[in-house]
């Protein structure tokens, strides 16, 4: 389908950021959306980038992919084509407009911490918090079958 064409051409795209080396991708997950009416299912997933860009700019850059796959931001929380999201940079913390390092949701959603686990199972966010304790807190989803990219 299109949710799978859009991963597919996402991480494509992730794979050709300038500065950049995209080192792994989780197995998709499908969730329930979050936002306002009803909407479908979303496939998600992480990926691990090594860069040398700036946060500022991998989002700029994020933001950039999303256009090219005719993301609009219509509604905040609305139906949303490709949603890509700057999670962690490292341990670094950024506190700027626009720009919240750690995601600031990142601990509240299983979508996002189960595949983050997949990659990095040893990972401790900036806080000390071990990502395993954080995932024990949250309901499980199993991973997404059939070919993805």
Same mark, same amino acid.
């Given at each position: 389908?299109?949710?799978?064409?859009?991963?597919?051409?996402?991480?494509?795209?992730?794979?050709?950021?300038?500065?950049?080396?995209?080192?792994?991708?989780?197995?998709?997950?499908?969730?329930?959306?979050?936002?306002?009416?009803?909407?479908?299912?979303?496939?998600? %997933?992480?990926?691990?980038?090594?860069?040398?860009?700036?946060?500022?700019?991998?989002?700029?850059?994020?933001?950039?992919?999303?256009?090219?796959?005719?993301?609009?931001?219509?509604?905040?929380?609305?139906?949303?084509?490709?949603?890509?999201?700057?999670?962690?940079? %490292?341990?670094?913390?950024?506190?700027?407009? %626009?720009?919240?390092?750690?995601?600031?949701?990142?601990?509240?959603?299983?979508?996002?911490?189960?595949?983050?686990?997949?990659?990095?199972?040893?990972?401790?966010?900036?806080?000390?918090?071990?990502?395993?304790?954080?995932?024990?807190?949250?309901?499980?989803?199993?991973?997404?079958?059939?070919?993805?990219?």
């Amino acid at each position: 389908g299109w949710s799978r064409l859009r991963l597919r051409r996402a991480v494509a795209a992730l794979r050709h950021l300038p500065q950049s080396c995209l080192l792994a991708h989780s197995p998709w997950y499908r969730s329930a959306a979050i936002g306002p009416g009803i909407q479908p299912d979303y496939l998600n %997933g992480v990926v691990a980038l090594h860069t040398t860009l700036r946060p500022r700019q991998l989002l700029r850059w994020l933001q950039r992919i999303e256009r090219t796959q005719r993301r609009r931001r219509r509604r905040v929380w609305g139906p949303r084509t490709l949603d890509l999201d700057l999670l962690l940079y %490292g341990q670094h913390q950024v506190r700027q407009a %626009g720009l919240s390092i750690p995601h600031p949701q990142l601990g509240n959603r299983n979508f996002v911490v189960q595949p983050l686990c997949v990659l990095a199972p040893q990972l401790r966010l900036p806080s000390g918090l071990a990502l395993l304790e954080l995932a024990s807190r949250l309901p499980a989803l199993l991973p997404e079958r059939g070919h993805l990219p």
